[in-house]
């Protein structure tokens, strides 16, 4: 059942009120373009202004000058080397120094604990020589 | 008249939730001649119309995270616009300048209103008058009556439909209708006397 009888309102005027209405709010394409790039002023991504783009510049200017600055300024003193790396050295020097040892006794010709009586009895490692 | 026929408006929202922005420049174009129709008819103001629709989307789409997705998309839209009117019509001062513009508006659109050429001169002004008088009695009901009116007798809406948008009972909208018809009825026919 049509809303206008089951209301018992005339239909003329709700009609012509309808008709009246959506004439008024007939509107050309431009009006709807505008409108349209009114909302999107808002809902859209905005790209970076002007002074953003000065503002970047003038970042990356300071950035410049403080690395020139920094590189004017000649070669840093070497930094103290972190503990661990010294533990390290200490560890490296350790094991080279072993080695060293154990090569020095493979190529010894009198153990180190005879070395004494060797310096006292200089035949007694030797007995052709005499 | 251009009335909207795109689909979007029967799309239910769970299919758009999400409205990302490339996609919301369509669900303008597809929602804008529709809402800015009835809000005109709401507000009887075109410049009022124009900002309240814009401000409806950019409502919209700034609450868009807050779309569940429980009713199309122009419901929602709808529910804003209405909001906003509601909003609008609680401001007082917003009352003042209406009241002021609408005297001064209605007598130049009056004076517009009938044209030299129309076939029947005596039957158009009257169906003019009627149509005038039927918006200054719109334009007088509550927001709710005023949206339940305009969505069932401009819009063409179901009754469930409207209860929908308004969030409300089918009941309560029959009884705003009723009310709204009856204010209507009672005056117009206060002009006519």
New interface residues.
């Given amino acids: 059942m049509n809303g206008r009888e089951e209301q018992g309102q005339p239909a003329r005027g709700l009609d012509a009120w309808a008709i009246e209405v959506r004439e008024g709010a007939a509107r050309d394409d431009a009006f709807w373009a505008r409108q349209s790039a009114e909302i999107g002023r808002h809902t859209r991504p905005r790209s970076v202004p002007a002074w953003g783009w000065v503002a970047a510049l003038g970042t990356a200017s300071l950035a410049a000058t403080a690395l020139a600055i920094l590189m004017t300024r000649g070669p840093q003193p070497v930094p103290a080397p972190a503990p661990m790396l010294a533990v390290a050295a200490v560890v490296a020097t350790g094991d080279d120094q072993w080695l060293m040892d154990v090569e020095k006794a493979v190529l010894r010709e009198v153990p180190l604990a005879f070395e004494p009586v060797d310096f006292l009895l200089p035949g007694a490692r030797d007995p052709d020589a005499e | 008249?251009?009335r909207s026929t795109t689909s979007i408006i029967d799309v239910p929202a769970r299919r758009a939730v999400g409205l990302e922005?490339a996609a919301?420049?369509g669900i303008?174009?597809a929602h804008?001649?529709r809402l800015?129709?009835l809000l005109?008819?709401m507000t009887r103001n075109?410049d009022e119309?124009?900002s309240l629709?814009?401000e409806t989307?950019?409502r919209a789409?700034e609450h868009r995270d807050a779309f569940r997705g429980d009713c199309a998309v122009g419901t929602w839209l709808t529910r804003i616009a209405i909001n906003l009117v509601r909003d609008r019509t609680r401001s007082s001062l917003w009352r003042f300048w209406q009241s002021l513009f609408r005297r001064d508006g209605d007598a130049a659109a009056e004076a517009e209103q009938v044209p030299d050429d129309a076939p029947d001169p005596a039957r158009a002004l009257l169906?003019?008058e009627?149509?005038?008088?039927?918006?200054e009695a719109?334009a007088r009901l509550s927001v709710r009556q005023r949206a339940a009116f305009t969505l069932?007798?401009?819009e063409e809406q179901s009754v469930a439909q409207i209860a929908e948008t308004l969030g409300c009972e089918v009941g309560t909208v029959k009884s705003h209708?009723?009310r709204a018809?009856a204010s209507?009825?009672r005056e117009?026919g206060h002009e006519r006397s």
């Fill in positions: 008249m251009t922005a919301f420049d303008v174009r804008q001649r800015y129709r005109l008819a075109p119309a124009d629709t814009q989307f950019v789409f169906a003019r009627d149509a005038r008088a039927i918006g719109v069932r007798y401009l209708l009723a018809v209507i009825r117009v």
